[in-house]
Every structure is written in C-alpha cells, then in structure tokens.
C-alpha cells in the first residue's frame, strides 16, 4: 500500500507538472480578453503617446499584455512611494511593447518591479588593482537584475514616456535587459532561434559597436548614445530604445542594425 500511495503521488505530480503551462496559457487568455478598464484608457492617452502610433490591431494586443503583466508582476514603491494606477500602466504599458511581435512569455523570470520616486544609489563590489575588493556606489534611473527584479525610478520613467520622440526610455532599456538576461548574464545576444541567426547578430552587432567606438573617438555625432559603446549589454538597450522611439531615423542610418532587431522583435515600428 505505502508503495502503491507514492506512485499516485507521484503520477499526480508529474499530471501537474505537464499540466502546469496549459494552465497558465489558459489563465493569461482569460485575463487578456478581460475588458480594458475606461480609466486606464484615458492613462494611456494622456501619460503614454507612444501607444498612440501603433496600428489598431497591436494597440489591441498591447492591451492584453498589459492586463496580464499588472496581474502577475507586483509593482512595490520604495521609499515611501505609493504606487498609483498612473505608474501601474504606465510602466506595463512600455514594458509590454518589447513582447508585441513574439510569443516569448511576459518574462517569465521577472517576481517584482520595484519603484523609487527618483534617482537610487546602488553598492555593489568592484574589483581594485591587486584584486581588492571594494564597494562601488551609483546612481541609477533603473537597472535589471537577473535575480528576477528591475529597479527604476519614476521621474525619470514618466519623463521618458512624455517624450516618446528623443529615443530615451528606461522602462524599454530595462525591459531588454531582461530579455536580454533571459537564461544567464546580459551579453547583448537574447534569445535567437538558429546558429546561422546568432552568427548574423553577432556580426551586424559587433560591427555597429565597433562603428560606435570609432565615431566616439573622432568625437562625431551620431543617433546612438554614447552610453552604448561601454558594453554589448548597454548596445543592444540602447539602440532598443532608439528601435521603439526613433524606428524611422535608426532604419535610414542603421539599416543592418534595423533589420535585425526587427527581426528579432518581429516588429516594423518605422510603418508605424
């Protein structure tokens, strides 16, 4: 009997297990079909224009996405900030263009998103000359960290989602981050489907990159910020952002670059 009790056991675990993501899958589609909330559509209208530019159908899409992020991912204030709704869609409303193209999950490894009413210092260990340690304090508008939480600041996320034409946006930085750190550190390659695909990413990457450093030395102009030259990581959520709020001068200057991240987003944000 003790033996026939563990294998029910255990065949009951294994049903739940293999259960599991119809469940989920099924849950998501309910809440997605939810109907979208009047008062969050005027919160959109007024704090997010961004939204405004996509087609109908990918408005539509956004929508649900959104429904299902603030069901999932909690967003706590720090430092004495109450989360209101304002920040709620305003922060899933970027966060969910990112998914818009392809059926990636609403990142699975995200528990939290933790808000700060502004700029947060963060300590963390920096290796010294002669291999001392020491601790290393900055000031940040929003990091992602691959333990399963984005940190950001809400000035600065409200200020990039009123100004969706000057190609910085720390809610869409961070967000890539996160795809980006979806099964191991950020490295600016996210998830590709091929070989063939990570070898084109990494050439058209590495090329732009090098590009960057080249017109940084020369002390040229250029539509990528110079923050994108200090890591492959910072690279690909920088010119992240660029691909969502200035798509049509990034295509006709990056080409390469576009067609790759349209590629991967399975987006063509610049026929918008």
Same mark, same amino acid.
């Given at each position: 009997m003790p033996l026939l009790i563990c294998f029910l056991l255990a065949l009951l675990a294994a049903a739940a297990v293999a259960l599991w993501p119809l469940w989920v899958r099924r849950r998501r589609t309910?809440?997605?079909?939810r109907p979208f909330p009047q008062a969050w559509r005027r919160l959109l209208r007024r704090h997010v224009p961004l939204v405004a530019r996509l087609p109908a159908r990918q408005q539509l899409r956004l929508k649900g996405l959104m429904q299902v992020f603030l069901a999932e991912k909690p967003i706590i204030g720090c430092r004495g900030l109450r989360v209101t709704d304002e920040m709620r869609v305003t922060i899933a409303a970027l966060a969910c263009l990112p998914l818009l193209g392809a059926a990636r999950g609403v990142y699975p490894e995200l528990r939290q998103v933790l808000l700060y009413p502004g700029a947060f210092v963060v300590e963390r260990p920096v290796s010294e000359a002669g291999g001392v340690l020491s601790e290393q304090r900055r000031v940040l508008a929003g990091e992602s960290w691959s333990q399963g939480q984005v940190l950001l600041a809400w000035d600065e996320v409200r200020r990039g989602a009123a100004t969706p034409g000057d190609g910085h946006n720390v809610v869409?930085?961070?967000?890539?981050?996160?795809?980006?750190? $979806? !099964?191991? &550190? *950020?490295?600016? @390659?996210?998830?590709?489907?091929?070989?063939?695909?990570y070898r084109r990413w990494s050439t058209v990457m590495q090329s732009e990159f090098d590009a960057l450093h080249w017109r940084l030395a020369?002390?040229?102009?250029?539509?990528?910020?110079?923050?994108?030259?200090?890591?492959?990581?910072?690279?690909?959520?920088?010119?992240?952002?660029?691909?969502?709020?200035?798509?049509?001068?990034?295509? $006709? !200057?990056? &080409? *390469?670059?576009? @067609?790759?991240?349209s590629g991967y987003y399975r987006l063509d944000p610049a026929s918008w």
């Amino acid at each position: 009997m003790p033996l026939l009790i563990c294998f029910l056991l255990a065949l009951l675990a294994a049903a739940a297990v293999a259960l599991w993501p119809l469940w989920v899958r099924r849950r998501r589609t309910r809440i997605a079909g939810r109907p979208f909330p009047q008062a969050w559509r005027r919160l959109l209208r007024r704090h997010v224009p961004l939204v405004a530019r996509l087609p109908a159908r990918q408005q539509l899409r956004l929508k649900g996405l959104m429904q299902v992020f603030l069901a999932e991912k909690p967003i706590i204030g720090c430092r004495g900030l109450r989360v209101t709704d304002e920040m709620r869609v305003t922060i899933a409303a970027l966060a969910c263009l990112p998914l818009l193209g392809a059926a990636r999950g609403v990142y699975p490894e995200l528990r939290q998103v933790l808000l700060y009413p502004g700029a947060f210092v963060v300590e963390r260990p920096v290796s010294e000359a002669g291999g001392v340690l020491s601790e290393q304090r900055r000031v940040l508008a929003g990091e992602s960290w691959s333990q399963g939480q984005v940190l950001l600041a809400w000035d600065e996320v409200r200020r990039g989602a009123a100004t969706p034409g000057d190609g910085h946006n720390v809610v869409i930085h961070e967000f890539a981050h996160q795809l980006d750190q $979806a !099964g191991g &550190p *950020a490295n600016g @390659a996210p998830a590709l489907p091929t070989a063939a695909a990570y070898r084109r990413w990494s050439t058209v990457m590495q090329s732009e990159f090098d590009a960057l450093h080249w017109r940084l030395a020369r002390g040229e102009p250029g539509l990528i910020d110079a923050y994108a030259a200090t890591a492959p990581a910072e690279f690909f959520a920088v010119v992240s952002e660029l691909f969502f709020e200035r798509p049509v001068e990034l295509a $006709a !200057g990056h &080409p *390469a670059l576009y @067609a790759e991240l349209s590629g991967y987003y399975r987006l063509d944000p610049a026929s918008w």
